[in-house]
């Protein structure tokens, strides 16, 4: 061996060795120390003291992860007994002789496996070392919390008795078990309730009979308890406390006198939590009931106080209510003849601790056996890891075992109510039923007793929780796109369903925990279509309306056979209707479409940037400045001042307009007089010059357009449109009925009414003699079709937006849901999803609209009709040229015939 490889291992046998240590395996890490003074003698003097103080300063810096806690098989369990002092003199008894006996005797006969090392205390302020596994206390209700907290440092597990009404100490730490005497229990099922969030309320309306009151003084102290160590909000209470001595009509009339406070109205219905401690329940539930009380917000919890009532019926006292309440009823289980003393309570913890314990032992046994000390010492339990299955096993053999501190015990039974008419669909079609209430299913979730408090496999009210759990609801609609598209495979199947309605139901069965199945009824063009002969699909109007429903879905939703009505239906005297609304999850608005304004002719184009009056001033001060300029040169004092080439009216005339055109002058006037009044006229014509050119640029740039028909009461100035349409079956001629509005009026008295496209007439609207009424968005499909079709814009929509139609989903009016989907769409609405499946359904801006027409004027270019004035301006200069160069030769001819005759004569 060479002395590098025995240096490395050498190397590897300290680190061996170091790392038994740290894991606390005396024996391994002896068994690898002498290892280390094998190896060559001169490899060792080098590196011996290198290895000594490296391993050192490793062990020293590096942090020890191992388990510091005894294994059962290594040394026995300890165990710490605290018997307040203070409270075995109040009790009147020795527990402290008693605990000794009972659980020295219960070691002796039932621990198999293992050791349990006990220590007695009477201090309960005593601080325990955490070298103990667990503690038993004896001890009033605020010295046990005092003592939890201080066993929260030293991690030991507490089992806890104490008196009645005490907060439950927190159920995966310790156990405790308050001693509640019989009929005083209340306070103490009040709260574990609140301690384990099985009435998670913040606020509360307690019914409580004035004798359950009076026995139960702390009752509502344990209601209205908080506490920031437990997370426990404060309940907001309001507390009616119920004679029990009224009988007959005057205690109905008391309770229908404060129930009536709480009752729903009818557009909202509140949320609100009732506990129920009274003997009257069933009267109670009766007068609920006939105020709507048990919807789908509210919660309902009655203790029924009739001792061990094994033969209650829920679904008997409930049968006169509908689906959708939130009921649970605590029964009271209590055994009259079982043993209720602390000693029994003493034994059956000992026991359960001792036999917890022994098959903890024997788990350790059981692995120790199959691997080697250094894989056990590597996934061995830790204390917290013990002190938890304990704590386990302690329940589960208490559940199964305990005869003594579980006296008092009360099973909680909770309605599954919500859809229950669509899964019991038999039950609809039965003529007669029985007096069970069949849309009511109640399922034992769990009990009460005072040794491990709420045991529940479910939620006391699990549709506020999970609402409909998951179930399949049926729904019924039809095809009108963009509310609801269907499509469907060749087997006539719905295979796809898209649009605004269909995004809300698909949201509202994620939200509402509910599957559903799609019904298709037949639409009101399907029944239409029965009736007519021509059946062309070019014949069809664009768009949708929803204020004509199919008389199918009306039919289903009037016997309550569906959920809900997925179709879009416009809101139309609620009041009046077999069904219901939702609240609207649009608004549509009409509005009518034109014929496009045609272009305002641009052949007087550079006349537009003056008024007729500017023209007519502008001319005028030429014909002023041209005499007043000729005048002062004239009247010049000096012969040399004076210009001959404006010494004629003439001259001055066209250099006035000269200047006007920007072509300068050959002349300037030499007399300061003179040249005051050009340099004016400067000015002026820069003014002008400006103006007008500016103008000129707006003029050319943004197209002016004849008057069109932006407002319905403009109609009257339009004498070309002679035609008025109105689509079939529209909100907007049911509102005329019970407008103010004349031009409304006036306007139906001369409206036809067409349902296909043949008689919408969309030609006679692109020629100006028609104008239609109908919702925007269909109004803008036109738009659209026809823009892609002649790729220009040829319409105009109104700039006015008139009668809103709201539309809305049906709800069966026998629904308990109403107010329920109504949230969820208002939710949906704050959220921003109708908005959004809105912009992806319905017709967006195109090239027509405000935004997309400026754009072009941004982008305009000039074309013939924009300059068809300048050439006129043109061919009417050189017009004038012609007629005034004829003048002039004929001028010419004239006085030279004229001089001849002269001459000749």
Not at 353 to 364: H, Y
Not at 586 to 596: A, D, G, H, L, M
Not at 605 to 611: G, K, S, V
């Amino acid at each position: 061996m060479g002395p590098a490889h025995a240096h490395c291992k050498s190397v590897v046998w300290f680190f061996n060795w170091v790392l038994c240590y740290q894991r606390g395996n005396l024996v391994a890490s002896w068994t690898w120390l002498p290892q280390l003074s094998f190896g060559n003698p001169g490899v060792m003097r080098s590196s011996a003291c290198l290895l000594l103080l490296f391993g050192l300063q490793f062990y020293i810096l590096v942090p020890t992860a191992a388990n510091d806690f005894s294994s059962f098989l290594s040394a026995n369990a300890s165990l710490a007994i605290v018997v307040d002092h203070d409270y075995m003199t109040t009790h009147g008894q020795n527990i402290m002789a008693h605990f000794e006996k009972i659980l020295s005797d219960i070691i002796r006969e039932n621990l198999k496996n293992g050791g349990i090392n006990v220590k007695y205390f009477s201090w309960n302020s005593v601080r325990l070392k955490k070298d103990f596994l667990a503690a038993i206390t004896v001890t009033d209700c605020e010295n046990t919390w005092k003592f939890y907290k201080n066993t929260q440092e030293t991690s030991i597990l507490l089992i806890a008795i104490t008196d009645s009404d005490c907060p439950r100490l927190p159920l995966n730490r310790a156990l405790m078990i308050p001693i509640v005497e019989h009929g005083d229990e209340f306070p103490q099922v009040i709260l574990d309730a609140k301690v384990q969030q099985i009435l998670n309320w913040k606020t509360a309306v307690i019914f409580v009979d004035q004798t359950i009151l009076d026995d139960n003084s702390v009752l509502v102290k344990s209601i209205v308890h908080e506490s920031t160590t437990n997370h426990i909000t404060p309940i907001s209470l309001i507390l009616y406390k119920i004679d029990d001595s009224l009988r007959g009509q005057q205690k109905r009339a008391f309770l229908r006198r404060a129930l009536a406070q709480f009752a729903p109205n009818k557009h909202e219905e509140k949320r609100q939590q009732f506990l129920v401690v009274s003997a009257f329940h069933e009267d109670i539930i009766e007068i609920a009931e006939t105020l709507n009380m048990f919807h789908v917000g509210n919660q309902w919890m009655f203790f029924v106080l009739d001792k061990v009532r094994r033969d209650f019926d829920a679904a008997t006292v409930t049968s006169n209510l509908d689906e959708g309440a939130n009921i649970a009823f605590a029964l009271n289980e209590t055994m009259p003849d079982c043993q209720d003393t602390l000693n029994c309570t003493i034994s059956e913890l000992s026991l359960a601790l001792v036999t917890s314990i022994s098959k903890m032992t024997v788990e350790e046994e059981s692995i120790y056996g199959e691997i080697s000390d250094e894989e056990w010492e590597s996934i061995r339990f830790t204390k917290q890891e013990k002190q938890a299955e304990i704590l386990e096993y302690m329940k589960d053999y208490l559940k199964a075992n305990a005869k003594c501190s579980s006296c008092a015990r009360w099973r909680i039974e909770t309605a599954i109510t919500w859809g229950k008419s669509q899964e019991n669909r038999r039950y609809r079609a039965t003529p007669t039923r029985d007096a069970k209430n069949q849309n009511f299913e109640f399922i034992n979730i769990g009990y009460w007793s005072p040794l491990l408090g709420f045991v529940c496999q479910e939620l006391a009210f699990p549709h506020i929780e999970h609402h409909f759990r998951n179930i399949t609801m049926d729904i019924v609609t039809v095809h009108n796109p963009p509310w609801q598209i269907l499509t469907k495979n060749s087997h006539g199947v719905i295979v796809k369903h898209t649009g605004i309605v269909m995004e809300i139901i698909k949201e509202l069965s994620r939200a509402l925990n509910f599957s559903y199945y799609l019904h298709e009824a037949s639409s009101w063009k399907d029944d239409t279509s029965l009736s007519t002969t021509n059946n062309n699909e070019s014949d069809e109007l664009l768009g949708s309306m929803t204020f004509r429903i199919p008389y199918r879905v009306v039919e289903m939703v009037q016997n309550n056979q569906f959920f809900i009505a997925a179709v879009a239906a416009t809101v139309d005297d609620p009041d009046q209707k077999p069904f219901n609304y939702t609240m609207p999850i649009s608004v549509q608005k009409y509005s009518f479409i034109t014929r496009k304004p045609d272009e305002v002719s641009r052949i007087y184009l550079f006349t537009a940037p003056f008024t007729m009056e500017t023209w007519f001033c502008l001319v005028g001060i030429i014909l002023l400045t041209a005499p007043m300029l000729y005048a002062i040169n004239r009247l010049a004092p000096l012969k040399e001042m004076q210009i001959r080439g404006l010494s004629t009216i003439k001259s001055c005339f066209w250099y006035i307009f000269g200047a006007l055109l920007q072509q300068g002058g050959m002349y300037l006037p030499r007399a300061d007089s003179g040249r005051l009044v050009v340099g004016f006229w400067w000015i002026v014509v820069i003014v002008l010059v400006t103006t007008y050119c500016g103008n000129l640029v707006a003029f050319l740039t943004f197209p002016k357009f004849q008057p069109g028909v932006d407002y319905l009461h403009q109609l009257e100035r339009h004498k070309a449109i002679s035609q008025y349409g109105l689509r079939n079956g529209t909100f907007f001629e049911r509102y005329v009925q019970t407008t103010t509005r004349e031009d409304f009026k006036h306007y139906m008295s001369l409206a036809r009414i067409y349902g296909s496209g043949q008689d919408e007439d969309i030609e006679a609207v692109k020629r100006g003699q028609r104008i239609n009424i109908d919702w925007r968005i269909n109004l803008q499909l036109i738009v659209q079709q026809h823009f892609e079709r002649d790729k220009e814009c040829r319409f105009a929509l109104g700039k006015e937006n008139f009668v809103d139609e709201q539309i809305a989903l049906i709800l069966p009016s026998q629904s308990a849901y109403l107010h329920l989907v109504n949230r969820h769409i208002n939710s949906m609405f704050r959220m921003g999803f109708i908005e959004r499946w809105h912009q992806m359904n319905l017709p967006s801006a195109d090239k027509c609209s405000g935004k997309s027409a400026q754009r072009q004027v941004t982008n305009h270019k000039v074309n013939m009709d924009d300059m068809q004035g300048c050439f006129l301006v043109l061919l009417l200069g050189f017009s004038g040229a012609f007629l005034i160069g004829c003048f002039e030769f004929w001028y010419r001819r004239f006085r030279g015939s004229r001089k001849r005759r002269e001459f000749t004569n």
